[in-house]
């Protein structure tokens, strides 16, 4: 078999060597080495064809870092997971009072294609009536202002309280439950401005330096943020409205928010200023806990600016007495008389509801003397 398969008849050394037959030694030593030059050549080609199956491939050389880990500049988004959320709890509990990482990992937060400057997610946390649609709905925010730590305690403490209500009971036998706090829906945004907070030390502003409560796009912000912001504040640096509205991704995230979630009542929390204000459709509590309605106004890109006066959707503002902490008694206290505002809402026939608001023309914004958020 080796000699057929190294024959090769139609070479001229084959045509040139035809013999009459009969063997002879030179002949012979050629036929010879022939034959273990093809088997030399099959058993090369065999082994070689053995090593390739049975040798495993060499990794591939690892991937150069891409752009973003070798810049800091902010990843994709993407999905966040347990692990992400493991490791935000971590840093919240170490700077927020009140806030501990196995309350804040087993807090039911969801994080959606929403990102800061940095890239941190920024996470929800959605309570809807179990009897079906709900009846009123709120979007609570803390952490607007990255040093008001005290907002995001707040947030916290509300969320494991809006699990605890309990649909009421039928007045008569055959009439259906008047509505309770069971039927409200609930997004709670503990943390608006994750850059800010997790700064050394934390700061009011975003990561490019933009106070997201002067960011929104109100009426009046092409005409008057940045000549408020240059001659009321004096080029306050703790309140730079940003180049444009809606500049930065926390800003515009959070209007998508209003848009899918379309709340019914807006409450935004802040510190350190000690009263409540509101802004858009009446009526307004006259308190919450200990703090007592002393409306101040609006400013150019503030949230009660946009969302009271542009998308005509009531915000109720929440000024803590302390930016560092309150006390678990207030945070009761202004949890009751949230219940019983929004309790009169749902029972009074004369509230809108969310899918029949309409915007309305924002007005000038006056803005009181006094510095509030």
């Known amino acids: 078999m080796i000699n057929e398969s190294c024959a090769e008849p139609d070479s001229p050394d ?21 034959g273990a030059a093809a088997l030399a050549l099959v058993l090369t ?9 049975t040798t495993p491939a060499r990794p591939a050389a690892a991937a150069p870092a891409s752009a973003a880990s070798t810049t ?41 294609s929403g990102r800061s400057v940095r890239g941190l997610p920024l996470w929800t946390h959605d309570v809807l009536p179990a009897a079906g649609t709900p009846r009123f709905k709120v979007l609570l925010l803390g952490g607007i202002h990255g040093d008001e730590l005290a907002s995001v305690t707040l947030a916290f403490d509300w969320i494991a309280r809006s699990h605890g209500a309990r649909p009421a009971a039928a007045p008569h036998a055959g009439m259906p439950p008047r509505p309770s706090m069971a039927d409200v829906a609930w997004r709670f945004v503990p943390l608006l401005n994750p850059d800010g907070l997790l700064h ?8 490019h330096g933009v106070d997201l409560n002067r960011n929104f796009p109100t009426a009046d912000w092409a005409r008057d943020a940045q000549p408020y912001w240059i001659q009321r504040t004096k080029k306050d640096p703790r309140r730079f409205p940003g180049l444009q509205p809606l500049s930065e991704p926390e800003s ?15 409450v935004s929390v802040h510190a350190p200023y000690g009263l409540l204000d509101f802004d858009g459709p009446p009526p307004a509590p006259r308190r919450l806990g200990s703090l007592q309605l002393d409306p101040v106004g609006v400013y150019p890109g503030s949230l009660g600016n946009y969302g009271g006066l542009v998308k005509n959707v009531p915000v109720m503002t929440l000024e803590l007495k302390n930016a560092r902490q309150v006390p678990p008694r207030e945070l009761a206290a202004m949890w ?21 608001r309409s915007p309305m023309p924002g007005t000038r914004s006056v803005g009181a003397g006094r510095r509030t958020d």
């Open 14 to 34: 084959a045509a040139s060597h035809a013999a009459p037959a009969g063997p002879s030694r030179p002949r012979t030593r050629r036929a010879l080495l022939a």
């Open 45 to 53: 080609t065999a082994f070689a064809s053995l090593h390739r199956r």
């Open 72 to 112: 800091g500049a902010a990843p994709v988004a993407g999905a966040a997971s347990a692990a992400d959320l493991a490791q935000w709890c971590a840093r919240l509990a170490a700077q927020v009072p009140g806030v501990g990482q196995p309350a804040c990992r087993a807090s039911g937060l969801v994080a959606g």
């Open 200 to 207: 050394t030390p934390s700061t009011r502003v975003n990561a």
């Open 252 to 266: 515009r995230w959070l209007l998508q928010q209003i848009d899918q979630f379309r709340p019914d009542l807006i």
């Open 336 to 356: 009751s008389d949230l219940q019983r505002w929004i309790d009169e809402q749902m029972t009074n026939p004369g509230v809108q509801a969310s899918a029949q």
